[in-house]
C-alpha cells in the first residue's frame, strides 16, 4: 500500500511540474524545439565551466568523478545520491564539487526527488549533462534542507537539449547564493533556479542566460524571495525573473536585466517589493510586466524600460521613493489599466508619465514628468468626489506637451502640488471631465494654461495659483461652464 501510495504522490508531482513547464513555453508563444532522445550518453568532452575562486574555507568533503562513479574524499560510491548522502552530517561541513580543473559532471534525473542535496555549504564547479529530453532535474533542494552556494559554479553540457529542465530545482527546502556563484542557463528551455515550494535568498553571484528561450528564476510557491544582491541578467525572449505564486517577490539591492523583454514577470498575487539600490531593467520592453492582482510597492531603486518602466494590469502601485523610468522616445514610465497608482514620492518619467485607466493619487514629493507628451494621461470616468480619477494634493507634475491630458470624462481633483505644461497647457480637459482646482500653482501652456477642448467643466476656488506664458489662462472651446 505505501508502494502504490508513492507512486501516486510521484506522479502528481510529475504532472504538475509538466503543467507549470507548459506555461512558462505558452508566456513565450514560440514553437518547440524538437526532441532529441540522445540517451545516456557517456560523458566524456563537456562545456567549458570557467574558473571559479573557490570558498576560503576547506571542505570537508570533496566530490569528484570516477570510473566507476563517484569519489568522496577517495571512497566510491557508484552514484551522486549515494555521494552527497555519505557528506549529511545535519548541515555543519562545507561540500567541494570537483576541482578548479576538473569539474564534477552528474547526469540530470527525470524525478524531482532525485540529485537531492544535503544541508551543507556547497563550492567548486559541476556540469550538468543530458539523460532523458523530457522534464528533468539537475539539483533538488528537499523539504527541510538548507544548502547554501558560495564560490560554485554550475552550468549545463553543450549537448543539453530538453523541453523543461530546472537546473536547481527548490521542493521545500531554502537556498541561499553567495559571493563568487555563476548559474549558467545556457540551454532551450531551462530555467536555472525553479522555486516549487521553499524559500530563496540572492545575497551575491551570478545568474545568467543565454539561450533564447530560457530563465533564471522561476518561483510558483508561497515562499519569499528575496534578492540582496547579485546579478541576474538575461538576452532570453523570456523574463529574467518570474512571480507565478504568492510568495513575495523582495528586491533590496543588486540588479536584474534583460535585453529582450520585461526583466520581472508577474502572473500571480505575490507582492513585489523594490527598495534600496535594487535595479530593474530592459533594454527593449519593460522593467516589470504585472499580468494578475500583485501589488508593487516601490520605495527605493530603480526600474528602467524601453516601452514601459511598469506595465501594469491590475495590481495596485504605491511608489514612496525610486525611479521608475521609461526611455524610449514613446516609451511611457506607467501603463496602469484597471488598478490604483499612488505616488507620494520619488520620480516617475518617460515621453509619458503615467498611462492610465485606473485612479492616480499623487501626493508628497513625488516628481511625475513627461518628456515628449503628457505627464498624466487619463482614462479614467470616475465621477465619485471620494475617489475621483486623478487626485492631486501636493508634488509636482510637468508634461513637454500637457501636463495633464484628462481624455475621459472623470473627474480631477487638484488642492496642491506644481502642474506645470508645455506647448498645449497644463491640464486639457478633452471631454465631458470635471476639473476642481482648489489649490496649487497650475503654469505653463503656449495654448492656454487651461484648455477645455469640448463640453467639461471647470471649478477654481481662490486659493489655487493660475500662472500663463501663453495668451490665454483658460480656453474654451465648447461651453461657458468655467
Sequence with gaps: MRKVLFSIILTIGLMLSLMQGAAIRAYAAEVHFPAEDLGMAPITGTKDAGVNDFYSEEAENVI????AGFLVNGDPYDSFQKALDACNDGGNQI?????ADNPLEIYEVSYYTGNALVSAVYQGSLVI?????????????PDGVDVKFSGLTISSAS??????????????????IEEETVINADSPWTTAVYINSGGFTMNGGEICVTDRCATCIANWGSGAVLIQGGTITSDSSLYSVGNYGSGPLIISGGSISNSNVEAIYSQGSGEINISGAAKISSDNYCG??????????????????????IFDSYGAIEISGGTVSAIGTDGTAIYSYDNMVDISGGTVEGAIGIWSYGRIIVSGDALIKGTNSCGILSFNSSRDIDS????????????A?????????????????????????????????LIDISGGKISGGDEAVIYNFSTGYIEISDMAELHSDGENMIKLM?????
Excluded at 561540500?95 to 576541482?99: A, D, E, T, Y
Excluded at 501636463?403 to 480637459?429: C, F, H, K, P, Y
Design 64 to 67: 569528484t568523478n570516477d570510473d
Design 95 to 99: 561540500i567541494s564539487f570537483g576541482s
Design 129 to 141: 549533462k543530458e539523460a532523458t529530453p523530457a522534464t528533468s532535474y539537475g539539483l533538488t533542494i
Design 159 to 176: 549537448d543539453m537539449d530538453n523541453y523543461d529542465f530546472y537546473m536547481v530545482y527548490i521542493n521545500g527546502g531554502s537556498l541561499t
Design 288 to 309: 516589470i510586466k504585472n499580468s494578475d492582482s500583485a501589488a508593487i510597492n516601490i520605495s527605493g531603486g530603480e526600474v528602467i524600460g524601453k516601452n514601459y518602466g
Design 388 to 399: 475621483p480619477a486623478v487626485e492631486i494634493s501636493n508634488g509636482t507634475v510637468e508634461g
Design 401 to 433: 506637451y500637457n501636463a495633464i491630458d484628462n481624455e475621459s470624462d472623470g473627474l480631477v481633483r487638484i488642492t496642491g502640488g506644481n502642474i506645470t505644461g508645455g506647448e498645449m497647457s497644463a491640464i486639457l480637459n478633452y471631454y465631458d471631465g
Design 478 to 482: 465648447k461651453t461657458d461652464d468655467c
